[in-house]
């Protein structure tokens, strides 16, 4: 069964909230890639509307936008996510997840996008 770290961004307030996730409410994560937006109510926030914007795997690897599917991929970073180069110039091979969620996702990074009834603060308080 899928359990999740969802880290919810409000940026109106500038803070940012850790949700633990699992069973039927982190299913409806499973096959969503990043950039796609998702019902707030699967971690509490009722009426809201969140956007996937990034996460990690259980080995702590990010996920890409970049790379498609939920496998692991070797890629040639000059920065970006996963990577920051030393010097100009400089690349590295790394390796990463593909944008898509799946049950090797640990934790999802997630923003506000459309704001709902109530208070954030007091809904995931």
């Given at each position: 069964m899928a359990e999740f770290t969802v880290a919810v961004a409000d940026p109106e307030a500038g803070v940012t909230r850790q949700v633990e996730v699992s069973g039927q409410s982190a299913n409806r994560f499973i096959g969503r890639e990043l950039g796609e937006t998702v019902d707030g109510g699967s971690v509490g926030l009722d009426g809201y509307t969140l956007e996937l914007?990034?996460?990690?795997?259980?080995a702590g690897r990010p996920m890409r936008e970049d790379v498609r599917g939920a496998n692991l991929t070797e890629v040639l970073l000059e920065g970006g996510t996963g990577y920051e180069p030393s010097h100009?110039?400089?690349r590295k091979r790394v390796?990463?997840?593909?944008r898509e969620v799946s049950d090797s996702t640990r934790q999802i990074n997630a923003r506000i996008d459309e704001y709902g009834p109530g208070d954030v603060e007091e809904l995931l308080g």
């Open positions: 914007t990034g996460g990690s795997d259980d100009d110039g400089e390796t990463v997840r593909g």
